[in-house]
């Protein structure tokens, strides 16, 4: 299992990214995929979840700023972050559960400077 992040960067604050996370070693179409965040004070958060229902959820702190979607056919998960901030700076790792365990992928970083 491999999953694949790419995406980050150094934006200004209100300004917009979109992560990607490309999955291998699993069957994409039926598993749920996770990013999750991991701030400069070691704070890890889910900030986002896709379920292969397409059905999301998303981290209060995001709700209404981050979308998640996903490309099966690409087997790749996104995130698309709008309106960022500098609380939003965090390496990003997406995430999933197969074959009763879990598997990060490497993460991407992501600095928002105000």
């Known amino acids: 299992v491999q999953l694949q992040a790419c995406g980050g960067g150094l934006v200004q604050a209100g300004g917009s990214l979109r992560l990607s996370c490309k999955a291998t070693?699993?069957?994409?179409?039926?598993?749920?995929m996770n990013w999750y965040r991991q701030t400069p004070e070691n704070k890890r958060e889910l900030v986002a979840t896709n379920s292969r229902d397409g059905s999301s959820v998303y981290a209060d702190s995001v709700k209404g700023r981050f979308t998640i979607s996903r490309d099966t056919a690409r087997r790749t998960v996104y995130l698309q972050m709008n309106d960022l901030n500098a609380e939003d700076t965090a390496v990003y790792f997406c995430?999933?559960?197969?074959?009763?365990?879990?598997?990060w992928g490497q993460g991407t970083q992501v600095t928002v400077s105000s």
């Open positions: 995430t999933t559960y197969w074959s009763s365990r879990n598997y």
């Open positions: 070693g699993i069957n994409f179409g039926i598993s749920t």
